[in-house]
């Protein structure tokens, strides 16, 4: 059964304060990885997609890095609007355009 | 370019009534995908369509259903209503053939009492 996991449940930094965030993934035949942001009773945000291991992307303070079984969004010196919830989705081969989401990380950047 | 619309923004339902959702897509997005996410937990899947056609379903009853309208706009119909499916319930659309990531939609927050 395709399975995507996230760690941390939750995260507190100070602004300023680097981490990264984990997505661990059990899929057969992986079409692709996607990050989404969600702010409290709103849609999830599409940040990145990632197709193949070794591959990375980045936007403003964040970058997501993809291995054969997990992928990283690395904050660098947070702010607090960069306090929200990360998903991770994976897109399997054998699941069509279905997504499977992870249960998501949520951040939280103190000032 | 208009996002993935919505509507009712809001809606609250008493147990044993039927609600029903609303998603225009993004224009030239053929697909529309309906995703349910209750307080605290993650987006589970519930339908997929497809040029009209019900392409998948999650693990939810039958009483989830909806349907695609050939301007590719989609409705969900959810029967018998229950506490428990008070949730975010959020639709989204992408191009059928294309690997990439959907937009969202900014949901429906839908409440049973």
């Known amino acids: 059964e395709d399975q995507v996991t996230q760690s941390p449940e939750a995260l507190r930094l100070q602004e300023g304060e680097s981490s990264s965030l984990n997505c661990s993934y059990t899929v057969s035949g992986l079409r692709g990885l996607f990050w989404y942001r969600q702010d409290p009773g709103k849609g999830p945000e599409f940040l990145f997609t990632l197709y193949s291991a070794g591959e990375e992307k980045e936007k403003e303070r964040l970058k997501a890095t993809l291995t054969k079984k997990e992928s990283f969004l690395h904050i660098t010196a947070p702010k607090p609007e960069d306090s929200a919830t990360y998903l991770c989705?994976?897109?399997?081969?054998?699941?069509?355009?279905?997504?499977?989401f992870g249960p998501g990380t949520r951040l939280s950047v103190l000032p | 370019e208009a996002g993935v619309t919505q509507s009712p923004t809001h809606l609250i339902k008493t147990r044993g009534q039927q609600a029903t959702l609303r998603c225009s897509p993004i224009?030239?997005?053929?697909?529309v995908y309906w995703y349910q996410q209750a307080l605290g937990l993650g987006l589970q899947f519930l339908l997929w369509y497809d040029e009209g056609e019900e392409r998948n379903r999650g693990n939810f009853p039958p009483r989830f259903s909806g349907r695609q309208f050939p301007n590719y706009s989609s409705e969900l119909n959810v029967n018998a209503l229950e506490l428990e499916d008070s949730a975010l319930y959020l639709c989204?659309?992408?191009?059928?053939?294309?690997?990439?990531?959907?937009?969202f939609g900014s949901g429906t927050r839908l409440t049973v009492v």
């Open positions: 989705a994976v897109q399997a081969g054998n699941y069509g355009q279905n997504f499977v």
């Open positions: 224009s030239g997005h053929t697909s």
């Open positions: 989204a659309s992408s191009f059928e053939s294309r690997v990439g990531g959907y937009t």
